[in-house]
T-cell receptor, first 113, second 110 residues
């Protein structure tokens, strides 16, 4: 089992460019989420999904779009990158019915210049 | 709004020392989790506590959930260099939307 995989590992964008961060899981978890991690800010929830076809906003959703067409994949799209989106992005899954424990991918380090 | 405050933010100790990390909030959580994160990797779940007053032990690590389910502590006995990392607490309100603390960065020197 690969668990949660994320691509790319590193990415540099210019302001205004768009890109998609990929997240895939093979644990058959219904719940998936995206976080960003910034120094001194901890992990903040961007968007989450409770199952295929269902997504909702987290704490910091502005500038990001998501969709969930399959259980396995949950891509995060930046439509017009801004320097404020420079961060490390983590995708996570959560088993249904548990107390909320998250299983994280290895992260994508994004720099917007 | 940061609902979970961790202290200390940084801790640098020698191998063999004991330490305690605190996670405090004014909110009540249905469960609280502790994660460890190493550089370049995602956080890895260490433990989940769900009952007020609950104590869980994981080898040299002891986790406690406060009686009122608003706070938690992580105690490490005889720290080793392999314990180095960023320790994060996270509170759950129901099934979804974990709230993470700001983290405690631990460095254990040989």
């Amino acid at each position: 089992n690969a668990g949660v995989t994320q691509t790319p590992k590193f990415q540099v964008l210019k302001t205004g460019q768009s890109m998609t961060l990929q997240c895939a899981q093979d644990m058959n978890h219904e719940y998936m989420s995206w976080y960003r991690q910034d120094p001194g800010m901890g992990l903040r929830l961007i968007h989450y999904s409770v199952g295929a076809g269902i997504t909702d906003q987290g704490e910091v959703p502005n500038g990001y779009n998501v969709s969930r067409s399959t259980t396995e994949d949950f891509p995060l799209r930046l439509l017009s990158a801004a320097p404020s989106q420079t961060s490390v992005y983590f995708c996570a899954t959560q088993p249904t019915g548990g107390p909320g424990e998250q299983y994280f991918g290895p992260g994508t380090r994004l720099t917007v210049t | 709004t940061q609902l979970l405050e961790q202290s200390p933010q940084f801790l640098s100790i020698q191998e063999g020392e004991n330490l305690t990390v605190y996670c405090n909030s004014s909110s009540v959580f249905s469960s609280l989790q502790w994660y460890r994160q190493e550089p370049g990797e995602g956080p890895v779940l260490l433990v989940t506590v769900v009952t007020g007053g609950e104590v869980k032990k994981l080898k040299r690590l002891t986790f406690q959930f406060g009686d009122a389910r608003k706070d938690s502590s992580l105690h490490i006995t005889a720290a080793q260099p392999g314990d180095t990392g960023l320790y994060l607490c996270a509170g759950a309100k129901g099934f979804q939307k974990l709230v993470f603390g700001t983290g405690t960065r631990l460095l254990v020197s040989p």
